[in-house]
């Protein structure tokens, strides 16, 4: 199976690239510190797929940077990862401006 997630940073948005699930969030999060220096978006537009725990770790990301004193926006959230936020009544902690 080639299930893969990448990113790349475009000035102060990651762009989240491919699968994010249980399987491949693990270098996303030990690179966090890195990856999320100096960022204040994080545009998922180009996500194929996201599972619960990858919703979990956007969640995590969120609260990060809340605490860093930064306002993280997402981008380009899909119909399938809207009704995923929506079914774990999380449209005010993602959707939070």
Do not use: C
């Amino acid at each position: 199976m080639n299930e893969s997630l990448s990113w790349e940073r475009t000035g102060q948005t990651l762009i989240l690239k491919g699968i994010l699930d249980r399987d491949t969030l693990l270098p996303l999060w030990q690179q966090k510190e890195k990856l999320l220096a100096g960022i204040n978006g994080i545009n998922v537009s180009q996500l194929e797929h996201v599972d619960s725990t990858g919703l979990a770790l956007l969640i995590r990301f969120k609260h990060h940077m809340r605490k860093e004193g930064v306002k993280l926006l997402f981008s380009g959230v899909s119909e399938r990862l809207g009704t995923l936020i929506t079914l774990y009544d999380l449209q005010e902690i993602i959707m939070d401006s």
